[in-house]
């Protein structure tokens, strides 16, 4: 049930709230238990318990939730449409409810609402973005937005990116989690990942287990072959080992887990460092390796 002490306001703008213009919402503002909300389904934003999260947990301590959340009735509650990372400050800070606005929003209305107010966030990995840009793309086709260039357009403006990146990052949303997550790690850059998004789901899972297997990542190039076998349907098992193992024997580029790499040197050493070290061992194997071969030579 609504709190009693709910108090029905008109919020002039959005700037209120987020710090941002908008058209005028009207809202109800009240204090709802932690009990009664419900996440935003599908939400694709991550909610980390991180440093980021002990900060504000400190200051909900401190000085309270400034800003209120965003929440809609549901069956058994209120969806939080904004405020999940409030929300779960206030779950850590001991806090036994939150101050929210509540408003009738339809699906479209609420998932664009929930994008809004998310995707401007600093660090989003290509996963949120992705996931985010496809459910604000379709709420807004919903709405009866026309054409997809002007709908891509205006996915974006919030975050500043063009029709095109939105297109880019709804195609990254196609990909199979896992291939998602290499995107997210940067072992698979975001071009080589659009382009293996056009494969077939059971195309995909192979693809994710020749990286598995032998630790190699498709380049943008290969990525654009592996596309093209799909279309000709012609990419099998065989033949993405048979690509990705070419690129290792091919005498041009090897490529090494920057993690793997890592795991060897101490936090503090830079790239360059690193790069140094690889190489000065590589030198004292090489001069090993020709020390055999002469030793060889003159027995």
Not at 1 to 6: I, T, Y
Not at 35 to 49: A, E, G, I, T, Y
Not at 161 to 188: F, H, K, M, N, P
């Amino acid at each position: 049930m609504r709190s009693k002490s709910a108090e029905k306001i008109k919020l002039t703008t959005y700037d209120e709230l987020f710090g941002t213009e908008e058209n005028n919402v009207e809202g109800t503002y009240t204090t709802v238990p932690l009990s009664q909300l419900r996440p935003f389904k599908n939400h694709p934003f991550k909610v980390l318990d991180d440093e980021k999260m002990q900060e504000t947990v400190e200051s909900v301590i401190q000085h309270g939730i400034i800003q209120p959340g965003i929440v809609r009735p549901c069956a058994d509650g209120y969806e939080v449409v904004a405020g999940h990372r409030r929300w779960r400050a206030c779950e850590l800070a001991g806090k036994p409810d939150m101050p929210v606005i509540i408003r009738d929003l339809d699906d479209d209305a609420a998932t664009v609402l929930m994008v809004d107010t998310n995707i401007q966030r600093e660090n989003l990995l290509p996963s949120e973005k992705a996931r985010a840009y496809k459910m604000k793309y379709e709420a807004l086709k919903h709405q009866g937005s026309k054409g997809d260039k002007h709908t891509a357009d205006a996915v974006g403006e919030k975050a500043g990116d063009s029709g095109r990146t939105v297109q880019r990052y709804i195609r990254l949303a196609s990909l199979i989690d896992g291939l998602l997550e290499l995107v997210d790690e940067g072992d698979i850059k975001m071009v080589a990942g659009e382009r293996l998004s056009y494969l077939k789901v059971e195309e995909q899972e192979l693809v994710l287990e020749a990286v598995a297997n032998i630790s190699i990542y498709p380049s943008p190039a290969q990525a654009e072959q592996l596309k093209d076998m799909s279309e000709k349907e012609t990419l099998s098992e065989r033949s993405v080992y048979a690509l990705l193992v070419k690129k290792e024997n091919s005498g041009q580029s090897v490529t090494i887990s920057s993690k793997k790499i890592q795991n060897y040197f101490p936090p503090a050493y830079t790239k360059a460092q690193i790069e140094e070290v690889i190489y000065s061992l590589l030198d004292q194997w090489k001069q090993g390796k020709e020390g055999e071969y002469n030793a060889g030579n003159t027995v």
